[in-house]
């Protein structure tokens, strides 16, 4: 059980939102409760708190001093609660909470979902037909989110709609450029060619900001997406972007992170990219091979940047997760993964 809950006063806010009934089997709440610390969280630490038949999952703020804008909750918080009314699975909503002397930070609960979590995307142990299934349905949750009408669901202020990739990278590379860590060449290298090769054309939807295999609650035993978690990085922003993050597991190896890259997908049953983009466009009638070594660029530049955060973290004391110094080390070869893409870009110019 983590230190930094106030037992006495998070049973109290329990009671207060109406979570828990007043009843004989909890009449004492910190007594009853079972809290355990959840795998993954690698930003924002999540618990998973249980107390009598109520199951639900607790997500924080990590303690300490972060870089601005980062770990917003807040923004995970809204963006799941509106798209409750927009047919994207997520889990429910209960409560949202400011108060740093419950729980240490700023944190929000929602209703646990009992599913199946998969975190190596090659499905070892199903059949060719359960890791069509599987990739199928990620395909089609993802269209989804790009599908929904942010202005009906009252997230027109959730971002900036338009110039999304010059935004982001601006705010990657000043996140970089602020840490106190050096930052690889690979990096480097791709903060100084980012901004004079953005494609021309623009369009703005929801974007989850990291849409992966780990980050979606499948049915127990169905190929159904339940729900999609993990919403910190969503905005307003292109839906090939979000999209082409998700699609640099073709090319990351599994020796180097999670990944399908040099694999036999054939064999497995794992469509190709080329065929898990058609799919895509399929689905939702974007055609992106125009300029899809850029959105990859942009993709493995900004997870780098994000691991040279998570770096920065590890140094100070304040990275949630036990695997963040393994992550930080990953940053160079993804931001190596990324340059190899500006210059396959380049060359198609």
Not at 45 to 61: C, D, S
Not at 96 to 111: A, K, N, Q, R, W
Not at 237 to 245: E, I, K, Q, S, T
Request: glycine content about 6%; charged content about 15%; overall charge negative.
């Amino acid at each position: 059980m983590s230190t930094s809950f106030n037992l006495p006063a998070f049973s109290a806010y329990l009671r207060n939102q109406g979570i828990f009934a007043n009843n004989a089997a909890l009449n004492d709440i910190s007594e009853a409760l079972i809290i355990k610390p959840l795998s993954g969280g690698q930003s924002n630490p999540t618990f998973y708190i249980e107390a009598g038949q109520q199951k639900m999952v607790l997500r924080k703020k990590p303690a300490g001093h972060l870089l601005p804008s980062a770990h917003a909750i807040d923004r995970e918080y809204r963006v799941m609660a509106a798209l409750a009314k927009e047919g994207v699975p997520v889990p429910q909503m209960l409560s949202y909470c400011e108060d740093e002397s419950i729980v240490g930070t700023p944190f929000f609960l929602m209703s646990f979902l009992d599913g199946r979590v998969l975190t190596e995307q090659a499905l070892p142990g199903m059949t060719t037909t359960e890791r069509a299934a599987i990739y199928s349905e990620m395909n089609r949750v993802i269209a989804s989110i790009h599908a929904v009408d942010y202005q009906a669901a009252d997230l027109e202020s959730f971002g900036k709609p338009g110039n999304y990739f010059a935004r982001q990278i601006a705010r990657w590379s000043r996140q970089c450029n602020e840490s106190n860590l050096p930052i690889s060449p690979a990096l480097q290298r791709l903060i100084a060619w980012l901004p004079e090769h953005i494609p021309p054309g623009d369009e703005t939807t929801l974007v989850h900001g990291d849409f992966r295999m780990d980050n979606l609650i499948f049915h127990p035993t169905k190929p159904e997406v339940i729900g999609v978690i993990d919403w910190e990085l969503s905005t307003l922003g292109h839906p090939l972007a979000d999209f082409a993050y998700q699609c640099m597991a073709w090319h990351i190896p599994p020796t180097l992170w999670r990944g399908i890259g040099g694999l036999d997908l054939t064999a497995l049953g794992i469509p190709t990219e080329a065929q898990y983009v058609a799919q895509y466009a399929a689905n939702t009638g974007r055609n992106s091979a125009e300029h899809w070594d850029f959105y990859l660029a942009y993709n493995f530049f900004r997870i780098a940047a994000i691991l040279h955060g998570i770096a920065q973290r590890v140094v100070d004391g304040n990275a949630s997760g036990e695997d963040a110094i393994a992550n930080a080390q990953r940053s160079e070869p993804l931001a190596e993964l990324g340059w190899q893409c500006a210059l396959r870009y380049s060359a198609s110019r």
